[in-house]
């Protein structure tokens, strides 16, 4: 039976501002063999969403943007922190709404994973959702500018294999959904060939 | 033409022992539109690898572990810290081998993401490796104990889709992995019909 490690004390170490985007805490940790590390860096910052959203023409909805931790532009895909009280769920459908418009029919969770296995970093909630229709002008308050893109499935399927989804989270959520979206849609090549005609 | 963030001033806030695991920095960052943000958290934490393994047979080389900052046990796969003055590839190859003993003929990278958009916190360089073989034991220096495991292509799938691989660089690398491996392999569902006669 293998076990888990245990927090035996946790200290705050320092914070940004009110801490509500950065903490950092120094914690002991103790292993199941006895021993005990007195200076485990934790990381808190908020728990965040992702969804990878396609329209009912089956084009993915992303952006062209700068950000901060990124080298030159990156795609990327609507997304956000979770606010106080919502559920994940709903922070994805909000986020989809403000920062392309778009409303959508169906959804599925693709898992929610820890950003950091050591040291926390919050959780990163990923979803997909298709049958996406755009509902209403864009209303968002990220502070980067951001050109939206509907991509087609097969750019996509490109731009992912080459990178171009410069941010962890991104690339995992668009190469998960596109897993699920093959899994349940055998016929998807032949519907594409559809399209093409 | 769309413009990048720009660094105006970098002040040290805090660091974890000799700062090598985990350090905490308040940037002054500039906007395109002229805005500043002065109070704008980076984390630094180093730069890492994962490797997604296939073995000879087809299965991938994967382990049931505890992680500190995930609820119960997790599926993980190789990986660890880059080492100074390590090329990624490198730092891929040296970690699969003392973790799993196995060494493999064909590396592809599938790409480097920065973990946080935001705060930095490091790049993951994710791999895929085919063909290995078993060569030497274990030789892992990590805190955590690990059971190896020899998934089957399907059963990892199935693993994937139910959110088993808890950390989202774990995830993010099968996913990516597996849809490289679809891409290259066209022939791959027929092959494993063979396998399974």
Redesign the interface.
Known sequence: M????RTLQRRP??K??DGR??A?E?HS?A??DG?V?E???W?I?PDYINVVAMTVEGSLICF???????Q???L?IPGGYIEAGEEPLAAAQRELLEESGYVADHWQA????????????GT?HLFVATDARWQQPIDADD???Q?LLLLSRSAA?EA????E????????AV??A???LD?QQPAHSSSTAVDGI
């Open positions: 293998m076990e888990t490690l170490l320092v940004l501002g985007f950065l950092v120094c940790v292993f199941p021993k590390v200076d485990w860096g990381v910052t062209r943007q700068a950000k901060y931790a990124v030159g532009l990156t990327s693709l898992g929610s994973y820890v950003v950091d296995g050591n040291r926390g970093a990163a502070l980067e500018e050109e399927e992912l294999q080459a990178g989804f410069k941010v962890l989270a991104w690339a995992a190469a998960l596109f897993r699920r899994t």
